[in-house]
């Protein structure tokens, strides 16, 4: 278990539809990073937040957003929702603001767009 | 663009065998190349990681070799067994700046036949 809890596990919604996904980072960490995995793009990167504010941006849509709170959860916000979209969704955390320091992915949010 | 070139895409050993993966980075700023383990279901999880610095780094039956001049590095797995059947990313970072973020490799599905 790496400590990292994310919810919900799976999300079926339907085209421009906005959904939100949770992340728990692991205690003590104080970054978030969000990925999203499909088949064909593999893990790409969409954004990391450390200790309340954004710090890096990757491929993420002007669609998708997300922030993190004050007790350090993040929350990934998905509007406008396309087939395209339908992706599972990784959140990662780690102690540092570098991602030189090992990342602690949880288990994912298994998106389906219909 | 940053990218991480990772071949074979599936692999099928035999139990007590060798796995080999190859991974080739472009951006000669990279300083951190781990691999990530990922089973059905789960999220990616931290194998192992190495720094231009060293050439080779072992942990148990994993071991990752590295080619700086070639760009290349590599991770093997001694007497592979089924229970390492799972996908793996290989993945390389820079340290700080707002580009400071994991680019994975498309990843390896390695079956490890009994």
């Known amino acids: 278990d790496s400590g990292v809890t994310q919810t919900p596990k799976h999300l079926i919604t339907a085209t421009g539809q906005r959904v939100t996904l949770r992340c728990s980072p692991r205690?003590?960490?104080?970054?978030v990073y969000w990925y999203q995995q499909s088949l064909d793009q593999g893990l790409q990167f969409l954004i990391q937040?450390?200790?309340?504010?954004?710090?890096a941006k990757g491929n993420i849509l002007e669609r998708f957003s997300a922030q993190q709170f004050p007790d350090l959860h993040s929350e990934l916000n998905l509007s406008s929702l396309e087939l395209g979209d339908s992706a599972l969704y990784f959140c990662?955390?780690?102690?540092?603001?570098?991602?030189?320091?090992?990342?602690?992915f949880g288990n994912g949010t298994r998106l389906t767009v219909t | 663009q940053q990218q991480v070139k990772q071949s074979p895409q599936s692999l099928i050993v035999q139990k007590g065998g060798i796995s080999i993966i190859n991974c080739a980075y472009e951006?000669?700023?990279?300083?951190?190349f781990p691999w990530y383990q990922q089973f059905p279901g789960k999220g990616p999880a931290l194998l192992i990681a190495?720094?231009?610095?060293?050439s080779e780094k072992k942990e148990g039956r994993f071991t990752i070799s590295f080619n700086k001049s070639a760009k290349q590095f590599s991770l093997h797995i001694m007497d592979s067994q089924p229970g390492d059947s799972a996908t793996y990313f290989c993945?390389?970072?820079?340290?700080?700046?707002?580009?400071?973020?994991?680019?994975f490799g498309k990843g390896t599905k390695l079956s490890v036949k009994p």
């Open positions: 990662a955390s780690s102690v540092g603001r570098s991602s030189n320091s090992p990342l602690h």
């Open positions: 205690s003590g960490d104080l970054s």
């Open positions: 937040y450390y200790n309340g504010e954004e710090r």
């Open positions: 951006n000669t700023a990279f300083d951190y």
């Open positions: 190495i720094r231009p610095d060293v």
């Open positions: 993945a390389a970072s820079r340290n700080g700046g707002s580009q400071g973020n994991l680019i």
